[in-house]
Every structure is written in structure tokens, then in C-alpha cells.
């Protein structure tokens, strides 16, 4: 992660902003920062993620669409890029012709931690998507073959970890099906990242 050393941006330039690299940038402060490139374990825990996400999505019958490294607006000056994503047809929808930041809390937000990016996972994004009431955020960690689950409730985030074998459980997904292979999988990326 990196601090560029442009000039200042409003919100709207940072929506606008293409520098022709194709690099991919959060907004802290109406600053960019230079997301490092992730690794090729983190995308195959966000393809696993999103395959499980979408096939109970289509089982449940929901208006409900996952997203890769789509933004979150968390604050005036500010936009985060998620691993993982859920949100409703109708936030999708309100961006149509857009740059995908939604404006709105998505339902599910999923990060999946590197070395890089523990602080910014486990710490800043925390209480940046406590503060939009994000109802359920997933930190997903192969360096430490968990998953900590928090639940909004009652103005605050309730946290839950699993480990080994458990079956990871979620309010937005309570019926998810072979999530138990799940932490296996993380372990087993965990090997390979550190």
C-alpha cells in the first residue's frame, strides 16, 4: 500500500479518476492509496467465497448479487475496495453508468487478510464498516487459517471465530452448505502465503 503524491481529490474526481495503469486505489482522506496487487491464493479464496455466496444465493431464490473488489464509500473523503461483496439488485442498479463505489452498506463485506493488509483488515476497515452498520463482515485469514464473522447487533459488532473444522455460520447466510471445507481450504492457503 502506498501514498501517492498527487494532489488532493474530492470525493467525485476520485470516482473519476484513471491514471491509465489500471492500478486500484482506496481513498483515505482525499488521498490515494496504491493497493498492492494480491496474491494468487487470495483470489482463489475469493472465487471459492463467491461460488459458495452465489450458489446459495440462487438456491434462496434472492435479488442479491456478489462483487469483486467492488468500492464502499465509508466516509466523507474516504472509499475502501472490498475483496468480496453482497448487495441488492436495487444498490447494483443505482450504479448502472457509474463507477462501482456503493454508496450504501452492502449487505455481506469479506476480506481476506495478507501480510500487507492485517492492520487495515482487522483494525481501519473494521471500524469504517461498523460505522455504515455493514450487518455482516467476514475477515478471512489464510496466515491464521480463521474466519472472525461480525454481526451488527444493537449498535455493535458481536464477533465470532472459527477454526479447524467448524462450520463457519452467518446471519446473512445461516443455511450455508459446505462451509465446513471451507477452513481446510483457508489452512491449506495459509501454507502457501506464509
Not at 471459492?48 to 464509500?73: C, K, N, P, Y
Not at 457509474?98 to 481476506?112: C, G, I, K
Request: aromatic share 10%.
Amino acid at each position: 500500500m502506498v501514498n501517492t503524491a498527487i494532489q488532493r481529490l474530492t470525493f467525485e474526481e476520485y470516482l473519476a479518476y484513471d491514471d491509465g495503469t489500471g492500478n486500484h486505489y482506496e481513498f483515505v482522506d482525499r488521498h490515494l492509496i496504491l493497493m498492492d496487487p494480491p496474491r494468487i491464493e487470495h483470489f482463489l479464496i475469493s472465487k471459492l467465497l463467491e461460488q459458495q455466496f452465489d450458489a446459495e444465493i440462487q438456491r434462496m431464490a434472492l435479488s442479491w448479487l456478489t462483487f469483486r473488489e467492488a468500492g464502499i464509500r465509508t466516509g466523507y473523503n474516504k472509499s475502501r475496495l472490498t475483496d468480496l461483496c453482497l448487495v441488492t439488485k436495487e444498490q447494483a442498479q443505482d450504479l448502472l453508468g457509474q463507477s462501482a463505489v456503493f454508496q450504501t452498506a452492502p449487505l455481506l463485506v469479506v476480506e481476506v487478510v495478507s501480510p500487507e493488509s492485517i492492520s487495515r483488515d482487522y483494525h481501519y476497515k473494521r471500524s469504517e464498516y461498523a460505522a455504515l452498520h455493514v450487518p455482516d463482515y467476514w475477515i478471512v485469514d489464510p496466515l491464521e487459517a480463521k474466519v472472525t464473522v461480525l454481526r451488527w447487533e444493537e449498535g455493535l459488532y458481536e464477533e465470532s471465530v472459527f477454526i479447524g473444522n467448524q462450520a463457519v455460520a452467518s446471519p446473512t447466510f445461516p443455511k450455508l452448505q459446505h462451509f465446513s471445507q471451507l477452513l481446510g481450504t483457508i489452512a491449506a492457503m495459509g501454507k502457501i502465503v506464509s
